[in-house]
T-cell receptor
Framework: AQKVTQAQTEISVVEKEDVTLDCVYE???????LFWYKQPPSGELVFLIR??????QNEISGRYSWNFQKSTSSFNFTITASQVVDSAVYFC???????????FGAGTTVTVRA | GAGVSQSPSNKVTEKGKDVELRCDPI?????LYWYRQSLGQGLEFLIY????????KSGLPSDRFSAERTGGSVSTLTIQRTQQEDSAVYLC?????????????FGPGTRLTVL
């Protein structure tokens, strides 16, 4: 069974501050994929990133960056210089190769104040 | 191209009535998933369709829930004799289906309210 924990329920920051979202996962599978999704107030889950368990390189996409550390089973997400449009609920999820359903964390609500 | 679409966007029904929720996946995606998002339970997997294979219904919470996928494309999730605890947002997703870990792309969801 897979488990994803997002310990932070809510984070509130002022615009231009950096914010880091924690994600810790558990799985017995050696091959798996990790995902981050964004859910803005409109409700649709928007795909942000997919990373496989064999690729521990950090990734940067614009103001977003991800830090994958297999040793600590963590896949953290940082938004640099946050903007009001970043306000949303962010979900971390895991998909083991022998499964197909996504196991989601509880989500972290990010509020960016102007 | 067009993303996953779902209808209706909102549905209000009375306890005991049946409801049908529709999902139109991304063209060319062979895998289709239904999830439920509720306050107390977070995001839960309900059912999975892959091509012409028998669906995995292991996540359906009761026999009042059923789903079908016609012609390998559009899917309908049916809830019979709705209960108040069925109130939630029902999300549909689709993926290429080439491998089990292909990225799942989600629709906007149907918000179901059972009075």
């Amino acid at each position: 069974a897979q488990k994803v924990t997002q310990a932070q329920t809510e984070i509130s920051v002022v615009e231009k501050e950096d914010v880091t979202l924690d994600c810790v996962y558990e799985t017995r599978d050696t091959t798996y994929y990790l995902f981050w999704y964004k859910q803005p107030p409109s409700g649709e889950l928007v795909f942000l990133i997919r990373r496989n368990s064999f690729d521990e390189q950090n990734e940067i996409s614009g103001r977003y960056s991800w830090n994958f550390q297999k040793s600590t089973s963590s896949f953290n997400f940082t938004i640099t210089a946050s903007q009001v449009v970043d306000s949303a609920v962010y979900f971390c999820a895991l998909n083991a190769v022998n499964d197909y359903k996504l196991s989601f964390g509880a989500g972290t609500t990010v509020t960016v104040r102007a | 191209g067009a993303g996953v679409s779902q209808s209706p966007s909102n549905k209000v029904t009375e306890k005991g009535k049946d409801v049908e929720l529709r999902c139109d996946p991304i063209s060319g995606h062979t895998a289709l998933y239904w999830y439920r998002q509720s306050l107390g339970q977070g995001l839960e997997f309900l059912i999975y369709f892959q091509g012409n294979s028998a669906p995995d219904k292991s996540g359906l919470p009761s026999d009042r829930f059923s789903a079908e996928r016609t012609g390998g494309s559009v899917s309908t999730l049916t809830i019979q004799r709705t209960q108040q605890e069925d109130s939630a947002v029902y999300l549909c997703a689709s993926s290429l289906g080439a491998v089990t870990t292909d990225t799942q792309y989600f629709g906007p969801g149907t918000r179901l309210t059972v009075l």
